[in-house]
T-cell receptor
Framework: EAQVTQNPRYLITVTGKKLTVTCSQN?????MSWYRQDPGLGLRQIYY???????DKGDVPEGYKVSRKEKRNFPLILESPSPNQTSLYFC??????????????FGPGTRLLVL | TQLLEQSPQFLSIQEGENLTVYCNSS?????LQWYRQEPGEGPVLLVT?????EVKKLKRLTFQFGDARKDSSLHITAAQPGDTGLYLC????????????FGKGTLLTVNP
């Protein structure tokens, strides 16, 4: 089954304790992305990656790191989490069907609480 | 300033009614996507519109891209409780085909 998986699905942590949220896709997609979703602010892109070893900042990259060493995996790293990073996080992967036409698949989300 | 303005923010209707939600901007876009997100799940891509004036249909859902490619609408005919969810529009921004910006969405509730 074609899917994007994220782990963990739920995480409670404390300020400053480094954490990694994993994301994996089994569709051989080149493009992957991370978003956070917050009430009143909507869905905002954190980082995206167009291929292995190619990453770029989205709209809200501060406080986050990513890496793309393999095509299927795109982990999100919070080196020193803070309470304002409490959010619902989504990973997505995309297949480019044609110019200006990508079909994007989202993972199930990771709900993070930073105390 | 929000790149994409979606309206209404909330909409609660009875089963069988028709509705239209909107996604507006002052910018011109090469394409626009619509997603539906159900509680506790990730967004699911419904459609991508590319050409100004384009109309696409997905069962009871009709999507239209404005002639000037600055706005879009989603019309649902005879809404059903299964249509309940957050409807999001999104566009490529920042000069990259992969940098997506979403509107804040319309939260639709269809009551039985």
């Amino acid at each position: 089954e074609a899917q994007v998986t994220q782990n963990p699905r739920y995480l409670i942590t404390v300020t400053g304790k480094k954490l990694t949220v994993t994301c994996s896709q089994n569709m051989n997609h080149e493009y992957m992305s991370w978003y956070r979703q917050d009430p009143g602010l909507g869905l905002r892109q954190i980082y995206y990656s167009m291929n292995v070893e190619v990453t770029d900042k989205g709209d809200v990259p501060e406080g986050y790191k990513v890496s793309r060493k393999e095509k299927r995996n795109f982990p999100l790293i919070l080196e020193s989490p803070s309470p304002n990073q409490t959010s619902l996080y989504f990973c997505a992967s995309s297949l480019r069907l044609a110019e200006f036409q990508e079909t994007q698949y989202f993972g199930p989300g990771t709900r993070l609480l930073v105390l | 300033t929000q790149l994409l303005e979606q309206s209404p923010q909330f909409l609660s209707i009875q089963e069988g009614e028709n509705l239209t939600v909107y996604c507006n901007s002052s910018s011109v876009f090469s394409s626009l996507q619509w997603y539906r997100q159900e509680p506790g799940e990730g967004p699911v891509l419904l459609v991508t519109v590319v050409t100004g004036g384009e109309v696409k249909k997905l069962k009871r859902l009709t999507f239209q891209f404005g002639d000037a490619r600055k706005d879009s609408s989603l019309h649902i005919t005879a809404a059903q409780p299964g249509d309940t969810g957050l409807y999001l529009c999104a566009v490529n921004s920042g000069g990259s085909n992969y940098k997506l910006t979403f509107g804040k969405g319309t939260l639709l509730t269809v009551n039985p």
